[in-house]
């Protein structure tokens, strides 16, 4: 038996002999050698801007301790700026004095009610509620 001693591998592994080898890798790319030192730079550049932004410094901000609106006089302020575009002059100003209690770190502005001697007053007054940490409205309201 000469023809046997020739090959002594397994008979599984004889049967893949025959067989042309492929020239790509496992994930079917072809061995061109641009294909990975362009990956490296495309990825490269895709990343940049990640790592870029996280080495960049935050802008310069002040907030003070008693937050950006400290005390009544600013909410009060800050209301009337809201308000005037939205109910008109007129109407805001005949609200006037306006009151600004805190409460929860959130300043509550509210209009006056004025009525005639002897009568009810008839109608609602302007609300805000603003922030006292940043500024935010949070809510503008009138009554009816």
Partial sequence: MPWRARD???????????????????????????TRPALLFLSALA????VLSAQQEKPHSHAPEAGFVPDSATAVRIAEAIWIPIYGQAQIENERPFTAALKDG??????????????????????AEI??????????????
């Fill in 106 to 127: 959130v300043w509550t502005v509210t209009g006056s009610l004025h009525a005639a001697p002897g009568k009810m007053a008839k109608g609602g007054v302007a609300l």
């Fill in 8 to 34: 002594v591998r397994p008979l599984l592994l004889r049967r893949w002999v025959g067989r042309p080898q492929l020239k790509r890798g496992p994930l079917g790319r072809d061995g061109n050698p641009m």
């Fill in 131 to 144: 922030s006292q940490r940043d500024g935010r409205i949070l809510r503008v309201s009138h009554g009816k």
């Fill in 47 to 50: 990343f940049a801007p990640v």
